[in-house]
């Protein structure tokens, strides 16, 4: 695969700085995150890599000013929603508006009050417990316009992406395979770092380790985020899903596509092995 006039989209990874990593499996020239001051460098072939975390680069047109979409590969990195809805409360917790910086009150009862005003669409006090939107953010930042949050009928457009429009999909649960499946499908399996290898697998399982790529750059920064006294009740969990149902569908179909791709790519060691 050619890099070279390339962009990447990854649905916000939460605590993981994904650059790093990549570029131990998928070396590239240059990678910019502000894509609006760096479109040029990009269009000049000086960036290869773009990442956001908002709307999908492809939606943003400034790329396309003196570019078509054509040129634009997707590399798609998506979520468990649970845990991507928690993480953004405890974002949160560490960098909230309304404490200069100082930590909230980030218990359960506010947790909870915080998807409650979510799902009565009070959005004064959502935003004055916590600044991030939980609706079906990764299905939002895929495929609606910006500025608007995805409905039930985007859903078959973001489907289509995942399932095989989009180059790669990886998942953060599953960070570092991920990293291992982008250098497979760019490079080939036989320049994989020994870290991915099915030899490492079963070494892992000898030795009685996790049995996880060891590609995972011990510098990634998790943006100051840090776990908070927050219990997933059911009724926490509850208005989780009714939250997140179109990014919940949407994940489904990550986790059967990147699969097939991880097994496709010589990498099902891992899966099996992990079993």
Known sequence: MDMENSAVQMA????????????????????QENLEARANTWLEGECDVVGCEGTRVANQQVVFEHAKPSMVRDLLLLRDPVDHVVSMFEMCAVNHPESDNTTMNSDTSTFERWLAAWEANDRITAFSLCYYSPGNLQTTALVAAEGVTASARELAAAETLVSSDAYFVGL????SLSLCLLGAMVHGASSLPTGCTCDAAEKQVELGHTVEPNVRDESSDDHGTASVNVELTE???????RLTSLDRALYQVALSRFEADVRRS????????AK
Do not use: K
């Open 12 to 31: 916000r990874c939460g605590n993981t700085q994904c650059f790093p990593g990549m570029q131990q499996v998928m070396p590239f020239q240059t990678m």
């Open 172 to 175: 953060v649960e599953s960070y």
């Open 266 to 273: 010589g990498l099902g060691c891992w899966i099996d092995l």
């Open 235 to 241: 009724n926490a969990l509850a208005s989780i899903h």
